[in-house]
Each structure stands twice: as C-alpha cells, then as structure tokens.
Nanobody, 126 residues
Framework: QVQLVESGGGLVQAGDSLRLSCAAS????????MGWFRQAPGKEREFVSA????????YYAESVKGRFTISRDNAKNMMYLQMNSLEPEDTAVYHC???????????????????WGQGTQVTVSS
C-alpha cells in the first residue's frame, strides 16, 4: 500500500498561483498512473488531472485545461499540480490518488483510484 500526503494548499486571491505536492511513501507508485481530484463542500469528488506512470501522457478536465499542469518525479516519489490563474470555482479540497490497474491508463472516476491522501485545502477569494 502507498501512503499519500498532499501539501501546498492555501488561501489566495483570484488570478494567483499555487503548486500542490503529493508525496508517496511505502510501496512506490513508479509504475502506476496518478490523478488529482478535488471536492468542494456538498459536491462529489471531481476529476482534475491525471498523469501516466512515465510522466508522458497527461489528461485534464476542461475546467482546468490551460491553467493547471500536472507532473511527477518518480525518483522522488512525488507528484505535483501547478495551478495558475486560479478562480473562486477552484476552491476545494484537493486529493491525489493512485490509479488502480485495469481499464485505460487514466480515468475520470474516483472509484478507479485508491490510496487517497487526506487532501489539502485550496481557497480562492474573488
């Protein structure tokens, strides 16, 4: 099992940037795709972005495409989410997860990910 810890969240103004980190310990995730999801109060967990195990192919939700960039460093067991031009609608708790084996290399469904971290709060004021 992998233990994931997210960090880097905070309170920012619209238009600002943040860089989220996801640190893994235990079993390494070097051969697994990874994903970022977010959950706002009263809403379901929402897909944000995914990255293949090699760090090559990536995929983004339409709402963040062009503003967010996902990356990973397998040697350091780290994954990142660079968030630029933040909007109040981006306010949520952000979670990272490991893609379960099977199916395509990525999925937009949280049920196909596991080893979730506790999340990091991102709050964007207008």
């Amino acid at each position: 099992q992998v233990q994931l810890v997210e960090s880097g969240g905070g309170l920012v103004q619209a238009g600002d940037s943040l860089r989220l980190s996801c640190a893994a310990s235990g079993r390494t995730f070097g051969r697994s795709a990874m994903g970022w999801f977010r959950q706002a109060p009263g809403k379901e967990r929402e897909f944000v972005s995914a990255i293949s195990w090699s760090g090559g192919p990536t995929y983004y939700a339409e709402s963040v495409k062009g503003r967010f960039t996902i990356s990973r460093d397998n040697a350091k067991n780290m994954m990142y989410l660079q968030m630029n031009s933040l909007e109040p609608e981006d306010t949520a708790v952000y979670h990272c997860g490991v893609k379960r084996s099977g199916g395509g290399w990525y999925s937009t469904f949280p049920s196909e990910y596991g080893d979730w971290g506790q999340g990091t709060q991102v709050t964007v004021s207008s």
